[in-house]
């Protein structure tokens, strides 16, 4: 769980630890996604959702599925003393 004393090493190593769970559930939900949507052609499909890990971590993860490919964005937040901290992770 992320506390707001943590240094930056810390909370990407705790961010690590939900990374692939996080990836899985976003991969399952996009195929979801795609099954229920039917064929795409031209259509842009873009969905928000929120998670909370079983490390307790709170995420905010986004799909945009195009015909060619599909994009996954996740953001870990957190509420601190002197406001909301996001992190963003990025596939690369």
């Given at each position: 769980m992320l506390v707001p004393e943590?240094?930056?090493k810390e909370v990407r190593k705790e961010l690590m630890k939900d990374y692939s769970s996080l990836l899985k559930k976003a991969e399952y939900v996009s195929k979801k996604l795609?099954?229920?949507?039917?064929?795409?052609?031209?259509?842009?499909?873009?969905?928000?959702?929120d998670y909370e890990s079983k490390n307790r971590n709170h995420w905010i993860y986004a799909l945009r599925i195009t015909k060619k490919e599909s994009e996954i964005f996740m953001l870990s937040y957190q509420f601190t003393k002197k406001g909301l901290e996001a992190y963003g992770l990025f596939d690369d």
């Open positions: 943590m240094d930056i795609l099954k229920n949507f039917g064929p795409i052609k031209d259509k842009v499909i873009c969905k928000v959702f």
